[in-house]
């Protein structure tokens, strides 16, 4: 035992016997007159538990308190409550002997409690307003992304538009390709087409192409003398020759004489409405693209033209692979050969193919021809 | 506040006249009487348990009686403190005699416990005792702790500290501190015991 007050080692030997005669009479004689001295008595009683606890007696002196004091169930229970209320009270933050430290203490807390009251509200605020943001731009991104395909779903319509016309071009080059390298008395680029047997017209001559271009100018002033006179057809606009100014194909260096022949093309453009359709083909026209129009979309892939006379003669029958475009309501035919052709009325019976590989009508139309 | 228990030895049977006239030796108001008795009777059995007693409730009782058996004869005691005192001396005198005389102790009566059996690492136990800390108010539990957290020097500088700060004197502190210290032991002890009844 360490360091003890003269007074409290004296109780402390008494409890632990180890006092003199005299020392122990005195103090029984004491705490036995005065109330304070036994309460000392007491609590050095205590004190001496919480000692043997924290094992702060010395080997004789724990040998002695546990011969003296543990030789009984409520000393044992005694010891165990010192036991652990020592070490409960030795974890618990002492005290603060000044006045009012209890109470400063808890203003303490309170004041770091609302500091974190506050923290926490500013932490939500930053957090909200970051959600409120980040919606805004993802809001804004979206707006632009759907503004940015809009933009390229007319970009994408566009391309496909340009294309189909592209292909459309394209097949017409090719047919003219082909009807170039056909035989004269073949005109028909398509496979399978029916030619005219009596269908004897020729080739366009490349090496005279100024005699045709002046047989063609000549043949034009004729021609506007004549409808100035024939006011038939008006509404179709047969009554004006148009020339077909057809573009250089992709691969156009290598179709050089599909320039040539296109001053010799003529378009001309029927209209089923119309059983006035007057065609004027002047002498020199070899061949004519003939333009119709249809009164629903086109939706076959193939199609086929048959020109009769009114006494039903075949004056050609030419079938072709159409490349539709979108909403298409024209077709234009292969070159057809003007040599069959004499003065007089005509029927052209327009069919379309099937799946199944029948020809089903699709419009009749009516003309006549006037050959200068 | 009950009677003393008689001993066949003396020949002398307790009655209710005898006792009060103890206790009218002790106080005149018959409360503070009781009071008296019974802060008499802790001394007594402190003394016997502190002297070394097998069975310090029995001297204390013994003593009790013979005190107040002479009174009941008509012995004029002025110091009765000191009377009670010299009377349990005799008492705790006779009772060495009588130990030392049988020689015949039954050392299996003895209730044998090393430090080691004292187990109160349980966590039932320090639950109870927390328990029991909340139940007291803020200013008692932060007192208590205080006063039993210090050890050696540092201790006794301490409780004069908190007796200054609480405004009472040293003295009050410990009667205060040694009352709440049993209390919360009783409460811990009832506690356990309930759940070791339950376990």
Known sequence: MVARPTSETKRIRYLLGLSSQAEREHIESQFF???????????????????????????????????????????????????????????????????LGTLVNIKALQGWQGALRVAMIAAVFVIVTWLVNDRRRLTNEI???????????????????????????????????????????????MKGGTTASQRTALAPEVNNRREVANRRRENEKKSRQQSIMDNEGASLGNTSFRQQNRELPIQGQSAVGLLTLDPDSWLQRLSRSNR????????????????????????????????????????????????????????????????????????????????????????????????? | MSLPKATNKSEWVLTQEAFDRFLAELDLDRDKAGEKYEYIRLKLLKYFQWCGSHAPDIDADETINRVTRRIDEGQN??????????????????????????????????????????????????????????????????VITEYYKYRKTEKINCRKRLAARLGISLNTLRVKMHRQRQSLEACVEKCFTRYERTD
Request: hydrophobic share 35%.
């Open chain 2, 77 to 142: 005691v002025s110091n009765l403190h000191g009377y009670i005192y010299g009377v349990a001396k005799l008492v705790h005198a006779e009772t060495l005699k009588r130990r030392n005389r049988s020689q015949v102790l039954d050392e299996a009566s003895f209730i044998n416990l090393s430090a080691k059996e004292v187990d109160s690492d349980t966590a039932p136990y320090h639950e109870c005792l927390e328990s029991c800390l909340e139940n007291l108010n803020q200013e008692d539990r932060e």
């Open chain 1, 276 to 372: 006035g359709n007057i065609i004027t083909v002047p002498t020199f026209l070899r061949w004519i693209i003939l333009q119709l129009d249809l009164e629903t979309v086109a939706r076959h892939t193939e199609y086929r033209v048959t020109i009769k006379t009114t006494n039903a003669r075949l004056i050609t029958s030419v079938n072709w692979i159409e490349a539709l475009t979108p909403n298409q309501t024209r077709l234009d035919t292969p070159t057809i050969s003007t040599v069959d052709f004499t003065s007089g009325d005509y029927t052209l019976l327009l069919e379309g193919k099937e799946s199944n590989g029948t020809y089903v009508k699709v419009a009749e139309y009516f003309f006549k021809v006037n050959k200068s």
């Open chain 1, 143 to 189: 707006r632009t992304l759907r503004t940015e395909s809009a933009a390229l779903g007319k970009e994408t319509e566009a391309l496909r538009h340009s294309v189909d016309t592209q292909r459309t071009r394209t097949a017409e080059i090719t047919a003219q390709l082909e009807n170039l390298q056909a035989p004269p008395d073949k005109p028909r680029p």
């Open chain 1, 33 to 99: 007159k005065d109330d304070d001295a036994f309460q000392e008595m007491l609590t050095a009683e205590d004190d001496l538990f919480d000692a043997y606890a924290r094992d702060d007696l010395t080997t004789e002196e724990r040998r002695i308190f546990e011969t003296k004091f543990l030789t009984s169930w409520r000393s044992r229970d005694r010891l165990r409550f010192a036991r652990a209320f020592a070490g409960t009270v030795s974890g618990v933050r002492p005290l603060d002997t000044k006045p």
